[in-house]
């Protein structure tokens, strides 16, 4: 009998070390190479531990089995694409499971771009350029306020604040965007919107005149003094001839308007129209928006800006005229 006991206890102890072991020390604790594992929603235990050995990332199907029933976390283990490697044990990738540490990605949206620009982008990180403009169509003003006064049948162009987004692999569009318009909601904050409607104008204004200033400057002072300009010239009821409108209708990445492109018929065309463009052209940063409802007083009327990014601001058309001469050079 003293020997069944002894053979017991060694088993007993074997078991536990062997049991141990492939808990606790990784299948290959020098690759650190990552992999994306999928667990698709109502998956069980089973099926995740049987995917996890066929994906080489632990030594036996058994240990991640008899690891999350013996914590009771079998029923914890979350959906999701997660970042593994070989270097981890089981205790570690089911902690990561439990926890939801999904892989994430980085997702930049640059000062000035407009929507097809952002679309291009998206397209590149795997998402699908047609969803994300059809939803920028969506209207959304019924979870935030500042989208109230936004003319129904413009989109979302202007309101995709500039940032950038950490979000999960293969993330919804839709919750791509509300994350973005969430963002602009803390940056347009209560003061900023105060001040905007004691200057009798609304959001949308001052979004599409930061969406304007956002593509025609670089700094901050300069976007103030232009800022002052193109409110002057609106309550003048001098035409804006913003180049960005021409660009923005024609689709062009350059800096060189053709007179024939100042005639184009377009609700967004500054050189035709007096006033703001049917809406925004870009999405503005929040200096450009700060701009916007903060302009500086000026005696300028005119302004351009030379190749290397510099503002040479004019008082008079003959100023500007010289102006563009000497920095504009064809």
């Known amino acids: 009998m003293k020997n069944y006991n002894f053979y017991f206890i060694i088993l007993f102890v074997l078991f536990c070390f062997f049991l141990w072991q492939g808990i606790y ?15 698709a929603k109502g998956e069980s235990v089973f099926q995740i531990a049987k995917n996890l050995e066929e994906e080489e990332l632990i030594k036996n199907r058994w240990y991640f089995d008899i690891y999350t029933f013996l914590k009771g976390k079998e029923k914890r283990l979350q959906a999701g694409e997660y970042l593994l490697s070989q270097s981890l044990n089981v205790a570690e990738i089911v902690k990561k499971i439990v926890s939801g540490q999904t892989a994430k990605e980085k997702i930049t949206i640059i000062e000035g771009w407009n929507l097809n620009d952002t679309a291009k982008y998206l397209t590149e990180k795997g998402f699908s350029a047609e969803e994300f403009l059809e939803l920028t169509n969506k209207d959304f003003s019924g979870q935030f306020d500042f989208l109230k006064d936004k003319p129904k049948n413009l989109s979302l162009e202007g309101y995709l604040f500039p940032d950038t987004y950490e979000i999960n692999k293969k993330e ?15 940056k347009l904050n209560s003061q900023l919107k105060k001040d905007i409607f004691l200057q009798g104008k609304k959001i949308f204004e001052i979004v599409t005149m930061a969406s304007l200033i956002e593509k025609e400057v670089q700094t901050l002072d300069d976007k103030k003094i232009v800022s002052g300009i193109l409110w002057k010239r609106i309550k003048e009821g001098i035409p804006l001839q913003v180049d960005a409108t021409i660009t923005y209708i024609t689709g062009q990445k350059t800096t060189k308007i053709s007179i024939e492109d100042t005639q184009i018929d377009s609700s967004y065309n500054t050189y035709k129209n007096r006033g703001l463009p049917m ?22 009327f005119y302004y351009l800006s030379t190749p290397e990014g510099k503002t040479i601001f004019s008082k008079t058309l003959q100023e500007h005229n010289l102006a563009k001469a000497k920095y504009l050079k064809p």
Do not use: C, M, R, V
């Open 279 to 300: 809406g925004p052209i870009s999405n503005p940063g929040i200096e450009s928006i700060i701009a916007a409802i903060y302009p500086k007083e000026s005696d300028y």
């Open 172 to 186: 919804e569009l839709e919750k791509l965007i509300l994350k973005i318009l969430e963002n602009f909601e803390q």
């Open 25 to 39: 020390l990784a299948k290959n604790p020098a690759e650190k190479e990552n992999k994306i594992f999928s667990i």
